[in-house]
């Protein structure tokens, strides 16, 4: 059997990816973790955890952190730097803690008038993210939203419900191999 470890490090990155993704998703046309740009080869600039590239050219671009305490004013000043340079249309951060545990740093304003928003916990764990009128989808939370009717949930919950969703994903791929018309390897 064949098993796969994941740095903790990827997995901020990957929900808060798959949160945008999901919700941008007649939007976005690729998402990405881990990007460096360079303005010729001699100068690169700061990678970035996230970048969104959405289908009329323009960026979305996020910097992520485990947990609240990781976040420095120097990784605003990165993000908002590297968005500068890219015309990104919006920024990010993103944190697999909840609301109340981010301190004033992760609710600065940019300094620009390009939107920037804060994900938590509760943006990350929510499978199935939507716009619902009067509702915005990016505000800071103070509650988990389930997946399905719209109810309130535990982090347990859909932790719970991720957990599942992996599972039943891996049994899409599992299926995927056992095509029966599919020619046995020699």
Known sequence: ?????????????MLAQS????????????????????????NKLPELDVVLLLRDGRLIVGECKNSASGLREE??????TVADR????????????????????????????RKHVTLTAEHLYELDPI?????DPLAKRSRYRARGPARD???????????????DRRQDFVRTIAIPWREEEP
């Open 153 to 167: 949930a535990t982090r347990g919950e859909l932790i719970s419900e991720h957990s599942k969703h992996l599972k």
């Open 86 to 113: 890219l015309d990104a249309a919006m920024t990010f951060v993103a944190t697999l803690d909840e609301a109340d545990e981010c301190g004033d740093l992760w609710w600065t304003d940019a300094p620009s008038t």
């Open 1 to 13: 059997m064949l098993t796969a470890v994941m740095s903790a490090d990827l997995l901020t990155p």
């Open 75 to 80: 990784d605003l000043t990165k993000l908002w």
């Open 131 to 135: 716009a619902v009128l009067g509702d």
């Open 19 to 42: 949160f945008m993704h999901k919700l941008f998703a007649k939007s976005v046309f690729g998402s990405y973790p881990g990007i460096e740009f360079w303005d010729d080869p001699a």
